[in-house]
């Protein structure tokens, strides 16, 4: 089984500060992780893909995670936050071959930066 | 545009109307999602069909009927909804798991 847990609904920072978005994972399998955003009626956009490769993994918009096996977490960060940052995050895990291409989908974390 | 195309991008219907909504996807990917994106609401899956074959049904209620006539595109009929089928409703297609879902815009539905 799969599952993801996004730790904080809201996250507020103020523009310029570091951004911290929060997931930890459960698998039976070694997964693939995923972080992907939503602006306000948009669909959802890829911002990155872990798959078994480097546990440091860069996204776009200045974007990385790092896989923790040890944590079972993959946390999102980003250096500097932009006001166009503001939207929804949401973290994804799949077991791959286990769950038929079906991917599990955190609730969301709604990133706020304040100017 | 990410190469997953949704039509219409908004959608007003009565309880009694019929109506579909369209997905598109030009990216050769052999599998298709249909998500339901309500407010204040996780990320429903509703429907994933892999080689145009039905692989999931996620307990939607039938009047919300899939098909999908090839690879490249995939339908949701609507018939005799209720106002809480109001939401923004998401179409994904993926090559395989570890790749990722390509998502398109979304079509907000919504039921009066």
């Known amino acids: 089984a799969q599952s993801v847990t996004q730790l904080d609904s809201h996250v507020s920072v103020s523009e310029g500060t570091p951004v911290l978005l929060r997931c930890n994972y459960s698998?039976?399998?070694?997964?693939?992780l995923f972080w992907y955003v939503q602006h306000p009626n948009k669909g959802l956009q890829l911002l990155l893909k872990?798959?078994?490769?480097?546990?440091l993994v860069k996204g776009i918009n200045g974007f990385e995670a790092e896989f923790k096996k040890s944590e079972t977490s993959f946390h999102l960060t980003k250096p500097s936050a932009h006001m166009s940052d503001a939207a929804e995050y949401f973290c994804v895990v799949s077991d791959g071959p286990l769950n038929a291409g079906k991917s599990t989908f955190g609730d969301g974390t709604t990133l706020t930066v304040k100017p | 545009e990410t190469g997953v195309t949704q039509t219409p991008r908004h959608l007003v219907m009565g309880m009694t109307n019929k109506k579909s909504l369209k997905c598109e996807q030009h990216?050769?990917?052999?599998?298709m999602y249909w998500y339901k994106q309500s407010a204040k609401k996780p990320l429903e899956l509703m429907f994933v069909?892999?080689?145009?074959?039905?692989?999931e049904n996620n307990s939607v209620p039938s009047r919300f009927s899939p098909e999908c006539p090839n690879s490249s595109h995939l339908f949701l009929h609507l018939h005799t909804l209720q106002p809480e089928d109001s939401a923004l409703y998401l179409c994904?297609?993926?090559?395989?798991?570890?790749?990722?879902?390509?998502f398109g815009s979304g079509t907000r539905l919504t039921v009066v």
């Open positions: 698998s039976s399998y070694s997964p693939s």
């Open positions: 990216l050769g990917h052999n599998a």
């Open positions: 994904a297609s993926s090559q395989d798991t570890g790749r990722g879902y390509t």
């Open positions: 872990y798959t078994s490769a480097a546990t």
């Open positions: 069909y892999n080689f145009k074959e039905q692989t």
